[in-house]
C-alpha cells in the first residue's frame, strides 16, 4: 500500500471546508496529510499542523515556501489541497502546478475569468492534475443520472430546473461573527459574487455535468435582500443550452426552511429525472408512459460500473463526505496512474473529475450572470464571457 | 332548505371541467341544476340533459336562449356556470349578467385582455355576482397560508417560487383524439397562450392571492417543444412583484413524471411556506431559527376561521373536488344574502372569491407574458398590457 | 335520471359520520335523500330534517314507525343508511331489512357476535340488498393493490401488515364533551371493544380486502392508557392468515401525530405493496429485484376496470370523501339492477361492496381478539369465535 | 497527535463489516490500524494485510498468537476490533481482554446466552474497554430522541413500535454464492437466530437505548419463509417493557422494497417521535396538540450537546458510516482518558456507548424470543432466560 502524500493550503483550526476535505481524503484512505501552510496567521498554523500530526518541519508559514520547500524534497507531497477564500485559489495554484505537484482545488477556481483563462492555461501547459472539486458531481446517483441521460432515457432533452438553496444567511450572519459568512460576503475575498459564486456554480456544474450540454447563455436577476450586505444572496435566471434545451436556475441563501437544498431535475421527450442532495440516495425516474421508479444507490437498476464509488450496501445511507471521498478516491487512482508513468489525458480518460475546463465555464457562467443581472437581465453568452465588462 | 337554481353552458358528456363543476356544486347540497346549453351539438345537449335529471324544457340549444328565457321565468336560474373553451366566455358571460344572472365562470377569463376590460365593466355595473373558478384558492390550507402571510409569520416577503407542471402532452396528445388537448392547442379557441393560459394563469393566481401582492412586471420565455404544435407548452418567467419581491415561474405540459404539480413556495425575512396541490392537505411552515412545522388540514394549529370549508377531521383527505366546492359553497351564502337584500360588496366581504379584478389581472399577465417572450424576455409591466400588440 | 331514494337513521345535526354518508350519496347524484329519523331527541330530528330539506312528513320520530311507513308509500325509499352507535345497528338493520328495504350500515355490523349471526340469517333470507360502509376498501388504488394481488404480482403471499393509529384520544377527550369519544368509550353503545371495533374492524377488514385470505387466529393484548377509561384504546396483535401467511396488526387512539393513520403493507416471494390512507392516492410496488414503482389513482399503470371509480385525471387528488362515494355509487349500481328484475347475486357480482359476510367476520374478528387478550395473548381462532365466552 | 493502535481480527478482503469498521475508525483520525488476523485462510488474511497497509510482521494466522504478541510488543495495539461471524465472538473478546487489550466487537455479543454471562464476567473483571457496536445508537439524532424522551418531552411513554426490514434474502440467496447469506444462515455460525440475531438485535437494542426501558417480556412468532433456510427469516414480536409500556417488533429480510429498512416510533402521553434509518437526518416529533416538527440533525431545535458526533452543517447528509464512526469517535476518547489514569467508571461515564450489558441483555432477548416462539407465543421473561432450554 502506498499512500498518496497529501498537503494542504488553508483548512486551519475552525475552517469548514479544509476539514471536509481531509475526511474525503482519509475515508478510502488513500491520502496521507504530511505538509501544510494552514493559515496565513503562524499561531494558528502551527497549531493546526499540530492537531493533524504534521511533522513542525512542514508545517509552512505561506505556500510559496512550501512550494517550493516540498518540490525539493524527495519524499514531498504528491499534490496539494487547495482550500482558501477564492481570492487565493489562483497564486497558489499557480505556484504548485509551476513547482511540479498535483493541485486539488476548491470551487470556484478562480477570483474571476481573467485568472481563469490563465489558471487554464498554466494547468494545460503544466502537464500536471488538476482536480476541482465539484463535489456533488461525484455523488454515486449523480453518475448514474448521468449515465441515463447519456443512454437517452430520457429521450431528447428539453428542460433543466435547477436550484441550490439554504437559509442560513436570511438574517446577516455576517456581522455577527460568522466567518464563513463574513469572507463570502466580501467582495474582495469571494469576487464580484456571493450567493452565485459560492453555490451558483456548484448548481451550474451540475446541471452541465448530467446533461452534457453546454449552458449557451443566460438572463439573470441577483438580489440582495439584507440590508447592508455588499454580494447577492439571491439569484434567479433563464438558461439556455445548447440544443434548445431550455431551463432555470434558483440559488438563496435567505431561504428559510432550506439547509443545503441542491435540486436538479432534467426532463426530455421520453422522461425525466429527480435529485436531491438532501436525501441523495436514490433518484426518482419518470419514464414517460410508466409508472415512477425509485432507483437507489446500489440497489436493483444501478448501474454496476458505479459500484466502485459506493461503500456500503443499499439502503445504508452515504452522504456528503462519501460524495467528497469519490472525487479524492478517483484523484488518487489517477496519480497512481501518473506514477506508473501513464499520460495525463489516457489517466484521466475514465474519470468524469472536473478540472480547468469546467473551472473556466464557472467562471465564465459568474461573470455572464452579472452581466446579464446589470443589464436588466439582458440575454447574455458565456462564450462572450471575457469580453463584457 | 332553499337549493339555489342553477344552469350550466357548456360540459356536456365527455367534457371535463364541465363535470367538476357539478360535483363541486352537489358537494355542500347548496345547488339545484335546473337549466343547460350543455352542448353546440343538439343531439349532445339533449342526451346530456337527459342523463342529467334537466327537464327537456330548460335543455336550450344555445346560451342566448337560454339566458333570455331563464330571466323571464318566475323559477329561472339565479346562476349559471360557463364551462366552455375559453373563447366563449365573454359572449356568455355577457348575456348572462346583462339578463340579471349571477355568473360562475371557468378560467381564463375571457380570450384576450380587450374582452377583459369590456366584461370587468359590464360585470360592475351589472351589480351581479361574478365568480372566477380559480380552485386552487379555495384549498384550505392555501386559505391557511395566505393568512399567515398577512399575520406576518414570514416576516417581510421576499421570494415567491410558483410552478405548476404537468406530463399529459409530452407528445402530441392534440392529433391522438385527445379532445382536451386539441382545443387548449388551437389559438381560435384557447387564445394566443397556450400552457400559460391553461395552468399559468392558475400558478398566477395563487402566487397573487396567497401574498397579496400586485405582479409589476415579467420577463418570460415561452417554448413549444412539440413539433407543430401551435401554441406554447412550457413557460419560463422571472417575476417581480410589488414591494422588492422576486419570484420565479415555471409551467409545463411537456414534464414527464408530473400529473398536477402545482407548488407554491413563499419566503420571507422571518420565514417560509411550501404548498403542493398533489398533496394538499397540510402546508410546511419554516419558521427562521426553528424547526420546520407540518400543518394539517383541520389539525393542530390550523386556524379556526377555515373550519368552514373543511367537511372531515384532520387525516381524512379532502382532494381537488373539495377544494373546488368550496368555491361553490362561499358563492351560494353570497347569492343567499343577495336574495335577502344585501348589497354586492357586503355580501361578498366575508369571501376572498375570485371575480372579474382577477380575471382582468390574468389576462394583463398573459399578454405581458407573451409580449415578453416575444421581445426576447424584455421585462414587461402589466398594468401597460392594454397598450400591447 | 332516476334517484335512489334514500333514507337514514341517526346522523342529526352534529353527527359525524351521517354527514359523510350525505355527502358521499351525492357525490355521484344517484340518491335522494327524502326520509329520516335523524335523532332520538325529536326536537334536534326535526330541525335535522328542515336543514337537509326532508319533508316534515317523512320526517319519523323512531326507526320502527320510518320503516313501516316508508314500506307502505308507494314513493317510499329504496334503502336506509344506518349511521347511530353501534349497538342499535343490529334492530333497526333487521327492521328495514324485513320491511323490505335495502340497507347501508356502518361498522361494526352490529353490538356483538350474536347479533351478528343473525342479522346475516335475517339479511340472508330477505333477499335484500344489505351493504357495511368498509370505506378503505373502495379507494381506487386500494382496489388496484386488491387486482395486483389477485393477478400474483407479489408471488405467493408471505406477509401482512397493517396499522390504523391515531392520536385524538390521548388524553380522556370523552370527558371533555366531544361526543364521538363518549360513546366511542362507552361499552353499553360501543359493546366490549373500543380502539379494536372503532378502527381495527376497518384495519382488519382491509387487510382481509386485498390479500383475499381468510384470517385464522390472533395472539392479541388490548391496553388502556388513559386512566378511567372504560374500553381499549391500543391494539397490539399477531395474526395467522391462511396459507401460511403470518401479519401484524397496531391500532390506537392514542399515537400522537397520527391524525388517521391506516396503512397496509403486504409482501409476497415476488414483492411487495404499500399503501397509506392519509396520502391515498398512490401505492408503492415494490417487484422484488427491481426498482420500486409508484403507480398513482387514474396515471400510468392504473387498471383501467378501475377508472370508473374515479372523477377526475390522476394528479387531481380525490380523498376520503370520494372513497366513500365509491361504496354509494356501486350500491347505486346494484339497486338499479334490482329495480330491473336482476336477482341479487348476479346484481352484485360484479362490485366487490363488503355485506353480512364481512360484517359477521368483523365481529368474530373481535370476538377472538377480545378472548385472546383476556388470556394473556392466547392465539384464538376466529371460527371459534361463537363458542367463546 | 497520538492515534490509538488499532488490530482487527477478521475483515478479510471480501468481507462486509470489517471494511465497514475501518472506515469508521478512519473518519476521525483517531485510530491507526497496526496488526491483524484478518482471516482463517493463511493467504488471504496476508493479502488482506498488505492491502491493508499492515506490517507483514503483525498479520498473524490466529487471533491467539495476536492476542500474545501484541500484548507483549512495547508498540501494541490499544484495542482490537472483532469483526467474525458471531460464533468466534467469544473466544477472541476472552482472549484480548485476559491479554489486557480493549475490545470493538460486532453484535450480537456472543453465539448464545452462557457465552454472554461469561464473557460478562471476564470483561467485568478485566478493567478492559469493551465496546458492542450497536451503530444506530450513534446516529445524532438517535441520540437526539434518547435526551428528548429523558427531558419528559412524550410525557410519560406507553408505547414503542420498532421494524427492521431488509428484501436480500428474499430468495435463497445463500444458495447463489453469497457469502453474507451463508453464514448468516447457518446455524453453527450465527447461533440458533437468523434474522432475530443479525438485526432483531439492533432493533432491540434501539428500542431499549432511547426508551431507557428494560424490556421485561416477549410473545414472538419466528418464520422461516424460504424453502430449506435453516434459520428463521422473519420475526414478529409484541413486547412488554417496565413501567406498563407496550411495544412491536417487526424484523424480516425478506420483505421486497426494503433495504436497510430500520424505523422507531415511540409514543407518550404527551408526544410522539419517529426516525427512520435509510433516511436517518431528522427525527419527526409530534407535541401532542401541537403541529408535528421536524428536527434536522445539526439544525434549529437540534441539541448542542450532540454537536461533537457532527462533522457537517445540517443540510449536508451523515449517513451510516458516520453513525458508526461516532461509536469509534466516543470509544478513542475513553482510551484516551484511560491512558491518561483515569479508571474506566469515570472514563466511560460521558458517553453512552454499549457493551457488556447490552450484550448481555441482547443474548436474554434472543434467547427469550426463540423460547417464546418454539411454545407458541408464550410470554416469556427476559430474566428467566439462562434458565430456559
Request: aromatic share 8%; net charge negative; glycine share 10%.
Given at each position: 500500500m502506498n499512500r498518496i502524500k497529501l498537503g494542504m493550503v488553508g483548512g486551519g483550526i475552525g475552517a469548514f471546508i479544509g476539514g471536509v476535505h481531509r475526511i474525503a481524503a482519509r475515508i478510502d484512505d488513500q491520502f496521507e496529510l504530511v505538509a501544510g501552510a494552514l493559515s496565513s496567521d503562524p499561531k494558528r498554523a502551527r497549531e493546526s499542523a499540530l492537531q493533524l500530526g504534521i511533522d513542525e518541519s512542514r508545517s509552512y508559514q505561506d505556500y510559496q515556501t512550501m512550494a517550493k520547500q516540498e518540490a525539493e524534497r524527495e519524499d514531498g507531497i504528491d499534490a496539494v489541497s487547495i482550500v482558501t477564500?477564492?481570492?487565493?485559489h489562483f497564486p497558489i495554484a499557480k505556484a504548485f502546478l509551476e513547482a511540479g505537484i498535483h493541485v486539488i482545488c476548491d470551487k470556484p477556481?478562480?477570483?474571476?475569468l481573467a485568472e481563469a483563462i490563465a489558471l487554464k492555461d498554466i494547468a494545460d501547459k503544466s502537464n500536471k492534475l488538476f482536480v476541482l472539486?465539484?463535489?456533488?458531481?461525484?455523488y454515486p446517483v449523480v453518475r448514474m443520472a448521468q449515465h441515463m441521460v447519456q443512454q437517452g432515457k430520457l429521450g431528447r432533452l428539453r428542460l433543466i430546473q435547477v436550484e441550490y438553496v439554504q437559509?442560513?444567511?436570511?438574517?446577516?450572519?455576517?456581522?455577527?461573527?460568522?466567518k464563513q459568512a463574513e469572507w463570502r460576503t466580501d467582495p474582495a475575498r469571494s469576487g464580484a459574487a456571493g450567493c452565485l459564486g459560492d453555490i451558483g456554480t456548484h448548481a451550474f456544474n451540475l446541471a452541465r455535468f448530467i446533461s452534457g450540454l453546454k449552458l449557451e447563455s443566460v438572463s439573470a436577476e441577483l438580489s440582495t435582500f439584507?440590508?447592508?450586505?455588499?454580494?447577492?444572496?439571491n439569484v434567479h435566471a433563464l438558461l439556455r443550452f445548447e440544443q434548445g434545451v431550455k431551463g432555470m436556475m434558483w440559488t438563496s441563501q435567505v431561504a428559510p426552511g432550506h439547509e443545503n437544498g441542491l435540486k436538479i431535475r432534467l426532463y426530455g421527450s421520453q422522461g425525466g429525472i429527480e435529485w436531491q442532495q438532501e436525501n441523495p440516495n436514490h433518484i426518482l425516474f419518470h419514464p414517460h408512459g410508466q409508472p415512477s421508479q425509485i432507483i437507489t444507490?446500489?440497489?436493483?437498476?444501478?448501474?454496476?460500473?458505479?459500484?466502485?464509488?459506493?461503500?456500503?450496501?443499499?439502503?445504508h445511507p452515504e452522504g456528503y463526505l462519501e460524495g467528497f471521498a469519490n472525487l479524492y478516491q478517483e484523484t488518487a487512482q489517477v496519480i497512481h496512474q501518473l506514477k506508473q508513468g501513464q499520460d495525463l489525458q489516457t489517466a484521466l480518460a475514465p474519470f468524469p473529475l472536473p478540472g480547468t475546463q469546467e473551472g473556466l465555464e464557472g467562471l465564465q457562467f459568474i461573470t455572464a450572470m452579472l452581466h446579464s443581472s446589470q443589464h436588466n437581465g439582458q440575454w447574455t453568452q458565456l462564450e462572450d464571457a471575457h469580453e463584457l465588462k
Amino acid at each position: 500500500m502506498n499512500r498518496i502524500k497529501l498537503g494542504m493550503v488553508g483548512g486551519g483550526i475552525g475552517a469548514f471546508i479544509g476539514g471536509v476535505h481531509r475526511i474525503a481524503a482519509r475515508i478510502d484512505d488513500q491520502f496521507e496529510l504530511v505538509a501544510g501552510a494552514l493559515s496565513s496567521d503562524p499561531k494558528r498554523a502551527r497549531e493546526s499542523a499540530l492537531q493533524l500530526g504534521i511533522d513542525e518541519s512542514r508545517s509552512y508559514q505561506d505556500y510559496q515556501t512550501m512550494a517550493k520547500q516540498e518540490a525539493e524534497r524527495e519524499d514531498g507531497i504528491d499534490a496539494v489541497s487547495i482550500v482558501t477564500p477564492n481570492h487565493m485559489h489562483f497564486p497558489i495554484a499557480k505556484a504548485f502546478l509551476e513547482a511540479g505537484i498535483h493541485v486539488i482545488c476548491d470551487k470556484p477556481m478562480t477570483f474571476n475569468l481573467a485568472e481563469a483563462i490563465a489558471l487554464k492555461d498554466i494547468a494545460d501547459k503544466s502537464n500536471k492534475l488538476f482536480v476541482l472539486t465539484h463535489n456533488y458531481s461525484a455523488y454515486p446517483v449523480v453518475r448514474m443520472a448521468q449515465h441515463m441521460v447519456q443512454q437517452g432515457k430520457l429521450g431528447r432533452l428539453r428542460l433543466i430546473q435547477v436550484e441550490y438553496v439554504q437559509d442560513w444567511m436570511t438574517e446577516a450572519t455576517e456581522h455577527s461573527g460568522n466567518k464563513q459568512a463574513e469572507w463570502r460576503t466580501d467582495p474582495a475575498r469571494s469576487g464580484a459574487a456571493g450567493c452565485l459564486g459560492d453555490i451558483g456554480t456548484h448548481a451550474f456544474n451540475l446541471a452541465r455535468f448530467i446533461s452534457g450540454l453546454k449552458l449557451e447563455s443566460v438572463s439573470a436577476e441577483l438580489s440582495t435582500f439584507v440590508e447592508g450586505r455588499a454580494l447577492d444572496d439571491n439569484v434567479h435566471a433563464l438558461l439556455r443550452f445548447e440544443q434548445g434545451v431550455k431551463g432555470m436556475m434558483w440559488t438563496s441563501q435567505v431561504a428559510p426552511g432550506h439547509e443545503n437544498g441542491l435540486k436538479i431535475r432534467l426532463y426530455g421527450s421520453q422522461g425525466g429525472i429527480e435529485w436531491q442532495q438532501e436525501n441523495p440516495n436514490h433518484i426518482l425516474f419518470h419514464p414517460h408512459g410508466q409508472p415512477s421508479q425509485i432507483i437507489t444507490r446500489a440497489g436493483y437498476g444501478f448501474n454496476a460500473q458505479h459500484a466502485g464509488l459506493t461503500r456500503t450496501p443499499s439502503g445504508h445511507p452515504e452522504g456528503y463526505l462519501e460524495g467528497f471521498a469519490n472525487l479524492y478516491q478517483e484523484t488518487a487512482q489517477v496519480i497512481h496512474q501518473l506514477k506508473q508513468g501513464q499520460d495525463l489525458q489516457t489517466a484521466l480518460a475514465p474519470f468524469p473529475l472536473p478540472g480547468t475546463q469546467e473551472g473556466l465555464e464557472g467562471l465564465q457562467f459568474i461573470t455572464a450572470m452579472l452581466h446579464s443581472s446589470q443589464h436588466n437581465g439582458q440575454w447574455t453568452q458565456l462564450e462572450d464571457a471575457h469580453e463584457l465588462k
